[in-house]
């Protein structure tokens, strides 16, 4: 199953990055979350370019000035084949643009949440099922 990780980051603001792996090599999908994903049900998210794979596992400084990152929470996630995703060869890239519901299995994050699109940012939704 491919990963996910949730780093805290403490520029420009404190804040936490949702990194997915899509495929085995290409950039890993990324969100800033603005609000605690340890409280509540429901985040703002804010797409960003894909991040180098090495965070995955990174925890320090960010080249450029740009503070550093710890690790908040790490797993595996899976999109269930009724997300806007589907399912099939691909279909970890279209939540990139489309969004979805995945299973996660992490150490602090276990459950299935769901990634929605919007403007002017997307929200980020655990679901309580």
Do not use: K
Request: proline letters at 7%; aromatic letters at 8%.
């Amino acid at each position: 199953m491919p990963r996910f990780t949730i780093l805290t980051h403490d520029q420009p603001v404190l804040h936490w990055d949702l990194l997915l792996e899509l495929d085995e090599a290409g950039p890993l999908a990324t969100w800033r979350i603005l609000d605690d994903p340890g409280r509540g049900v429901q985040w703002r998210a804010e797409p960003l370019p894909g991040h180098r794979r090495e965070y995955l596992d990174y925890e320090g400084p960010v080249s450029g000035d740009r503070g550093s990152v710890a690790g908040w929470d790490t797993g595996e996630y899976e999109l269930e084949a009724g997300s806007a995703a589907g399912s099939g060869a691909g279909a970890a890239a279209v939540v990139t643009q489309q969004g979805g519901v995945m299973a996660c299995q992490g150490s602090r994050w276990q459950g299935r949440i769901e990634l929605i699109p919007g403007q002017p940012h997307w929200t980020l939704r655990r679901l309580t099922d």
